[in-house]
C-alpha cells in the first residue's frame, strides 16, 4: 500500500491537508473536521458572543442561536438577580415570582424567611394568635426574671403556674400589677370561678 504524494497541501502534525476544498473534491478524506466546519454558516453565541458553526439546517430551523446548552440555560434566564434580604446572598428570581411576590422581598431559603417574618410579620397585631396582648404577661414575667414561685403557697413548679393580675384588669400588664400564683390558688382569689 502506497502513500499519496499531496506536496504542500499535506500537514503533517494533523494529518490532513490544508486545502479543504482540495480534499473535498477529490473525496479522499470525506469525514475531515476542517471540510466539514467549511460548509457551515459561523453564528455568534447570543449569550457569550462567541463565534462557533452551526448545521445549515439547524439555522433554518431557528435552532442553533447558543454555542453550549450551558449559555442556552443562561440565555433563556428572563428573571433579576435580588439580594436576600436577612443574608445578603444574591438570588435569581424568575418574572413569575417576582410579579407574585406581595412584600418585594426576596429570601435564599425558608430559614431567611422565616426570620424575616418572625421579626416583620408575626409581631404585635398581625399575629394569628394575637388577643389584645392578654396572653403577653406571662412573658413579661419571664423577660422581667421575676422568680416563678406561687405568692401564696410557695409552690415552684412552672408547670402548675399562672400569672395574676391584682387589679384583675387583664389588659394592665404592668410588673407592678403581675404576680405569680398557683391553678388553686389562683382559682380561690377568683371566688372559686375558672378563668
Known sequence: MGFLNLGSRFDSSWGHTNDCEFIHRSRL????????????????????????????????????????SECQYKGYKTGK????????????RP??????????????????FAVWKNQHLLIGKNHPKWK????SYRQTMIRNKIPPVCKLCGIEDVRVLLTHHIDKNRTNN?????????????????DRKTI
Open 174 to 190: 404592668k410588673i407592678s400589677n403581675l404576680e405569680w400564683l398557683c391553678r388553686n390558688c389562683h382559682y380561690l382569689i377568683h
Open 132 to 135: 389584645d396582648g392578654h396572653a
Open 81 to 92: 438577580i435580588f439580594k436576600c434580604d436577612i443574608c445578603g446572598n444574591k438570588i435569581y
Open 95 to 112: 418574572i413569575h415570582e417576582i410579579k407574585h411576590s406581595e412584600s418585594k422581598k426576596f429570601f435564599c431559603n425558608k430559614s431567611c
Open 29 to 68: 478524506y470525506p469525514n475531515s473536521r476542517a471540510c466539514y466546519n467549511n460548509n457551515m454558516p459561523i453564528q455568534k453565541c447570543l449569550y457569550c458572543k462567541k463565534e462557533f458553526y452551526v448545521k445549515k439546517s439547524r439555522v433554518k430551523k431557528g435552532w442553533g442561536r447558543y454555542c453550549s
